[in-house]
């Protein structure tokens, strides 16, 4: 998976066995609950609480999975492990990027839903 690209549609459709449905209700179910995923990593980093913020970012990560945004994905997992390690200053700035990312998904997939899958 290119790591540049914001979303890997081949792949997304790949992992759906070719159902462009399923893409675009994976991709409407991500726009509803990667924010309140999001909310309770920063709710955790905000507390201090690094355990809550790698169970967070876990699920985080897991939910970009079926949508196949590479980038997102990584910094998910950097994050889970900056909790897991108890690191949380280097995890702040890991949540501000995470932030950025997100937001850059979630215009792609509001273009996707929009616009369909290219044939």
């Known amino acids: 998976m290119d790591n540049m690209v914001v979303l ?3 792949e997304a459709l790949s992992q759906a066995d070719g159902d462009g449905d399923l893409v675009i209700t994976l991709a409407e179910l991500f726009l509803q609950e990667s924010p309140k995923e999001m909310a309770a990593a ?3 980093l905000a507390r201090q609480d690094a355990a809550g913020l ?3 970012a876990h699920k985080l990560k ?3 999975i079926p949508i196949c945004a590479p980038r997102l994905f990584e910094s998910a997992k950097r994050l889970e492990e900056l909790g897991r390690q ?3 200053v280097e995890a702040a700035a890991v949540c501000v ?3 950025r990312l997100l937001a850059e998904v979630h215009a792609a997939l509001r273009e996707l839903i929009a616009g369909g899958l290219p044939s």
């Open 8 to 10: 890997d549609l081949a």
């Open 54 to 56: 790698a169970v967070a």
């Open 97 to 99: 990027e995470i932030d």
């Open 42 to 44: 920063t709710a955790a």
């Open 86 to 88: 108890g690191e949380l």
């Open 62 to 64: 897991g939910s970009v």
